[in-house]
């Protein structure tokens, strides 16, 4: 494969169900990205891993947890969700995580639907 | 605050040629990039500016003026795969990337 994989593709849970999203890239990037995605809103930036280390956790809820094993694989733990948590989960890589144009590849996202 | 305007959705003839705006108010300047993202589909990279001037690529080309804080992205000889969501990004100061929240261009026959 290539490029940026994730699963599932859907996903729908209760709100004391524990899921997680699973996300792996193939480009040999070393930055990685978890962004939430809702209907007419910008990309909201949820965590960035550099080189496995987190480098970026942007006030998200508990609720969401956040793994990075290793360079390739990106997982988003959930936990209690909220209904307003239902939207699309982009996992995203890039070369690295600062300087240049570092142009992000995605993923074709996860839709998570709480209910 | 920081902040990214773009149009919610336009609509475009086949053949035609049609000009996505973007306007940003933001801490610094460090690139602006376009992505488009097909309804499902992973958004997919399309140009970056750094420099005041065109980018051309085919039949894409973006444009970016400083200055003025903005940027547009043209789309020439459209086609109904050109149907899809564009997303306007700013990098700020600190290389954060400050997003749009995306414009639908529907590509009628």
């Known amino acids: 494969e290539t490029g940026v994989t994730q699963t599932p593709r859907h996903l729908v849970m209760g709100m004391t169900n524990k899921k997680s999203l699973k996300c792996e890239q193939h480009?040999?990037?070393?930055?990685m990205y978890w962004y939430k995605q809702s209907a007419k809103k910008p990309l909201e930036l949820m965590f960035v891993?550099?080189?496995?280390?987190?480098?970026e956790n942007n006030s998200v809820p508990s609720r969401f947890s956040p793994e990075c094993p290793n360079s390739s694989h990106l997982f988003l733990h959930l936990h209690t969700l909220q209904p307003e948590d239902s939207a699309l989960y982009l996992c995203a890589s890039s070369q690295d995580g600062a300087t240049g144009a570092n142009v992000l590849t995605f993923g074709a996202g996860s839709r998570l639907t709480v209910l | 605050g920081q902040n990214i305007d773009q149009p919610t959705e336009m609509t475009a003839t086949e053949g035609a040629i049609v000009q996505i705006n973007c306007t940003y108010q933001?801490?610094?300047?460090?690139?602006l990039f376009w992505y488009q993202q097909h309804a499902g589909e992973a958004p997919t990279f399309l140009s970056y500016n750094v420099l005041d001037g065109l980018e051309e690529k085919g039949r894409f080309s973006s444009f970016l003026s400083r200055s003025k804080g903005y940027s547009y992205l043209l789309l020439k000889e459209l086609q109904m795969k050109d149907s899809a969501s564009y997303l306007c990004?700013?990098?700020?100061?600190?290389?954060?990337?400050?997003w749009g929240a995306g414009t639908k261009l529907i590509i009628k026959p």
């Open positions: 480009l040999g990037h070393n930055a």
């Open positions: 891993y550099n080189f496995k280390e987190q480098t």
């Open positions: 990004a700013v990098r700020d100061s600190n290389y954060q990337l400050i």
């Open positions: 933001t801490s610094g300047f460090n690139g």
